[in-house]
Each structure stands twice: as C-alpha cells, then as structure tokens.
C-alpha cells in the first residue's frame, strides 16, 4: 500500500505542471481506484508495475469454472433429452410382431380372416382393458379384463366381411392396456375388393311398346379364368327370368332375360339378383327401370305456408312417352280438396323448353286444377290429398297433393 501511495504521488508530481485543474483531479481519482483494485486483488505479487507515464493496467479474475454436477443438472432440465424414464424399464410391455394386417386382393362378399400376435416383453402382469374394432370387422381371441404374465402372449384372431361394391378399404381396431409407455395400440386392416366376375350391361333399360321389352342378354365372365356356375337367378316380383343349367361350368356365360310385360309395367323400377358358384363371387346384381306409358309432370304437388281456405292453382302435364293418342277420362279428388278448372288435349311436337317432353312427338294434356287448403285439424299443420287421372281404356294415374299451414 505505501509502495502504491508513492507511485501516485510521482505521476501526480509530474502531470502537474502540464494538465488543467480538473483533469488532475480526475488522474487522481482514477490512481486511487487502481491501487484499490489492486489492493483486494488475490496475490498481489502478480501485479504489473507502472512503467513510464502509462497508467497501472487491471488484470480480471479468471472465471471461475462450473462444476461439473451443474452442468448435469441443466441438461436434464432439457425435454428432448431426458433419459429414459424408470417406468419404461418396469411394469408390463405389450409388443405387436405386427401392427398391419394386408389381405392384398379380395372377392366380393367374401369373408377373410388373420391375426395379430402380441406378447408382454415388461417385467409386471400386463393387462387389457379394452378391444374396439370397426365396421365389417369381428375380433375374437383377446378381451378387456385378460391378463398376461410377462413373457406370455395371445392372439386377437380377426374377420372381415367383404361388401359387395369393388374399391379399397382400410380399417382400424384399437387394444388399450396398462402399458405406461402405449396404453393404447392401433392395429390396421387393408385389402382392395374387386369383381371376380364382371356383368355387362350394368343396368336393363326397358320399354313397355318393344319386343321383350327391350331387354339385352346379359353377359358374365370370370376375370380370373376360375369356372363356375349359376345357381340362381330373381327378379322383382319375378318380372324377368331366364333359363340356366346349375350343372354346367364354364368361365363365361349369355343369358337370355325373359321379360312379363304386365308385371313390368306395376314394377317400373326394381332389381335382377344372379347366384353362382365361384368361391370369391357368390353373387352380382343388376338394376332396370322401364320407360312408364306416361310422364305426369311434377309427379306430385307440394304447397307451402298454406292459408285455410284460400285457393292455389297449378298446372300438371302428362304426355305418352310412346307417342300413342290418347283421352282423359276423368279427374277426382279423394278429398275434395283439388277442383278440374281446364282440360286441354295438345298434339305434335313440344318446342317450347319448358313443356313437358319437349322436342319429342306425341299427345300430351294441359290440366289446371286449384286447391282449397281444408280447415286445421287439430295440432296438424298438413293436410294432403289424391288426384286421380283415369285413362279411357287404360290405366288410372294418381298424383299426389300434400300443403304445409
């Protein structure tokens, strides 16, 4: 200290017949700062000396270095870092040899059916609490409440039901435990369904004025060269039938539909099922509708915010769809809600696009009726009714009229 003392009074000595007032006083100032410095400075044997005029320089303490159990413990501190938790040693482990089950290509309305084998790799009874699988797919084998040893296993035995239209199909099925590391696994189904036997035509369209209807043979092939055989073949209300030997196979078959022109002509729309042999195809089926004698247009009549009692007109058309001349009979009302106001019989070709068949030949009739909407009954805010259209020496169209209050 006395040694510092001195040599701030020689460099006070010397700048002070060559500085100002103030700048000496802060040479001074920042002398004595040094010497402080210097003064709590460990081993104080290390300082530098003044030399010349320059000022005592200031030597920083080293940092000190961080242990290293600190630099430990913030690194744990890190998420995605962390060791591996103790539970993910112990308690029960359930461990799939697979999580996919591919059936690769399928039939139609085919049934399928495949596993998934799991055992419990922890060291604690692993334990199921829940088996959920999905549409179309059955799972037996395994069960909520099942417990497993380590070591053992089981096996979660799965079925499938194939739909009857080709495409691909991925399905789900979930197995929740008490595995701590995942309490729940999800198992996935895949398989693609295609026909194993095409059919054309895929739908019958069909005319009530044309020889059988109209109706084209229909043609099925196997598309994997498997043979078989038909074994049965319905209609709706058994308005088409053919004739098939159950006996014969072939990979390739014409049948020939018959159709019954009166039963089709109360059945418009409906469906043709064929059975057969082939193991992946048991069964195709087809739709048909026929052109109806007459388009009634609109097919019904629908009101809305109805006022009891005050009339609403309308129009409806009907035109022969085989261009066959033809008269109205009569128009009634089952209720008598709805009132006749005009007939009108048209001939030729509509041109206008908003007449009923446009462009197209035939008879057609113009009527315009009115409806009364009847009194409330009740707590019904609906009322409705049937106009029926009687044909001379034809059939009795009937068109429906429902109003909403």
Request: aromatic share 6%; with cysteine; glycine share 8%.
């Amino acid at each position: 200290m006395i040694k510092e003392c001195a040599t701030i009074r020689a460099v006070v000595s010397r700048a002070k017949g060559t500085m100002p007032r103030v700048f000496l006083m802060l040479l001074i100032c920042g002398a004595i700062l040094a010497s402080q410095v210097g003064c709590h400075k460990p081993g104080a044997a290390a300082e530098a000396p003044v030399v010349g005029e320059e000022p005592a320089k200031v030597v920083e303490p080293a940092p000190t270095s961080v242990p290293e159990p600190a630099v430990a413990a913030e690194t744990a501190q890190t998420p995605e870092e962390k060791p591996e938790q103790p539970v993910a040693k112990n308690g029960p482990r359930i461990t799939f040899e697979k999580v996919m089950c591919d059936f690769g290509e399928i039939g139609t309305e085919t049934k399928q059916k495949g596993q998934f084998k799991f055992k419990n790799t922890g060291n604690k009874s692993l334990k199921i609490v829940r088996v959920k699988s999905c549409c179309g797919v059955g799972a037996t084998g395994v069960k909520a409440g099942d417990v497993y040893r380590p070591g053992k296993g089981g096996v979660l035995n799965i079925s499938y039901s194939a739909g009857a239209h080709p495409g691909d199909v991925d399905r789900k099925l979930y197995i929740q435990s008490n595995d701590p590391v995942q309490d729940v696994v999800t198992l996935k189904l895949r398989a693609k369904i295609v026909r194993r036997v095409e059919y054309e035509p895929k739908r019958l369209r069909l005319f009530l004025r044309q020889k059988n209807a109209g109706a084209r043979d229909i043609t099925l092939t196997s598309t994997d060269g498997r043979p078989f055989s038909i074994t049965g073949f319905e209609s709706t209300a058994n308005s088409i039938g053919a004739d098939f030997d159950p006996n014969v196979q072939a990979s390739e078959f014409v049948l020939h539909p018959q159709a019954d022109l009166a039963k089709l002509e109360r059945n418009l729309k409906g469906q043709i099922s064929i059975n057969m042999s082939h193991p992946e195809c048991k069964n195709v089926r087809l739709l048909y509708d026929v052109l109806p004698e007459f388009t009634i247009n609109p097919p019904q009549i629908l009101l809305f915010n109805q006022v009891e009692g005050k009339a609403v007109q309308r129009e409806i058309w009907i035109l022969s769809n085989y261009s066959d001349d033809f008269e109205i009979e009569s128009v009634t009302s089952r209720k008598e809600t709805v009132n006749l106001l005009e007939k009108k019989k048209i001939k030729g070709t509509a041109t206008s696009s908003s007449s009923v068949g446009a462009g197209r030949p035939g008879v057609r009739y113009q009527l315009k009726i009115e409806i009364t909407p009847p009194p409330v009954e009740g707590q019904r805010a609906v009322f409705s009714d049937i106009l029926d259209v009687k044909i001379k020496d034809g059939a009795t169209l009937s068109i429906t009229c429902r109003g909403f209050y």
